[in-house]
Each structure stands twice: as structure tokens, then as C-alpha cells.
């Protein structure tokens, strides 16, 4: 099966040797985002909600470069430095997710790339 690469300026350029996403048959695999600002590269928002909320609209961006939106997300990962910031990442998380509620996992993890505190990826089906 053919892969194709996404790539898009509207999103951070990956910090290490990996894709913003890849497009495989019918599905696209989004790699993990963090509030990086797209135009800087600099980590943003100081606390959780404000950081998931950059975090998803990278996601945005990539799942747009790809001809996909947000129903069309079938699995979503959440990575939380503290599991505390569960209840205002989801407050944010619904605003975009809130009605196709995709299939979810949240997992704490001891740390994230550039002291981010949030980290979402998700997988898309069209």
C-alpha cells in the first residue's frame, strides 16, 4: 500500500525525525502534537487547557492539509504530565470531538517533548 506523507505550514514542523502525518488507503495517521506554535516553534499556553487547545488546532491543520476534518477522527490518544489537567483538557477536547466522540485513551507519562503538558494524536478514517 502506498504511503503518502502530509505536511502542511499551517502546523509545527516536526522536532525529530517523523511526519505530521501519514496517509495510508482510506486512513491518516496524525503524529502526536504539543502547543507549538506553528509559526514560531515555540511551545504556548501555560497551563493545560490552553495548551490542548493549540494542540487540536494543530491537529486541525494537518487533518485539513489532508482533505479530512474532525468526524472524520475514529481514535484520539491523550498524554497528561498530571492526570489533575484531565478535567480541563476534556472541557476543550468536547468543543472540537464533543460530537463524533471518537474512540479515546488518556495516559500519564512522566514527561513530553519541550516541557509541553499535553500531547493528542489521533487517527482518521474518510
Known amino acids: 500500500m502506498k504511503l503518502e506523507h502530509v505536511s502542511t505550514p499551517h502546523a509545527p514542523e516536526p522536532i525529530g525525525p517523523y511526519s505530521q502525518a501519514v496517509a495510508s488507503g482510506h486512513d ?3 503524529s502526536g502534537q504539543i502547543a507549538l506554535d506553528p509559526q514560531t516553534g ?3 499556553g501555560e497551563d493545560a487547557g490552553a495548551q ?3 494542540a487540536i488546532e494543530n491537529i486541525a491543520a494537518i487533518l485539513c ?7 472524520n477522527v475514529v481514535k484520539t490518544t491523550i498524554y497528561l504530565v498530571d492526570m489533575r489537567d484531565f478535567a480541563a483538557v476534556n472541557r476543550v ?3 472540537y470531538f464533543g ?3 471518537p474512540a479515546r485513551s488518556t495516559v500519564a507519562v512522566a514527561a513530553l517533548p519541550r516541557g509541553a503538558r499535553v500531547e493528542i494524536d489521533c487517527i482518521a478514517r474518510d
Open 93 to 95: 477536547y468536547d468543543k
Open 65 to 71: 492539509a489532508a482533505g479530512y476534518e474532525f468526524a
Open 52 to 54: 490542548a487547545e493549540r
Open 28 to 30: 491518516l495517521y496524525c
Open 99 to 101: 460530537l463524533t466522540k
Open 42 to 44: 515555540e511551545l504556548v
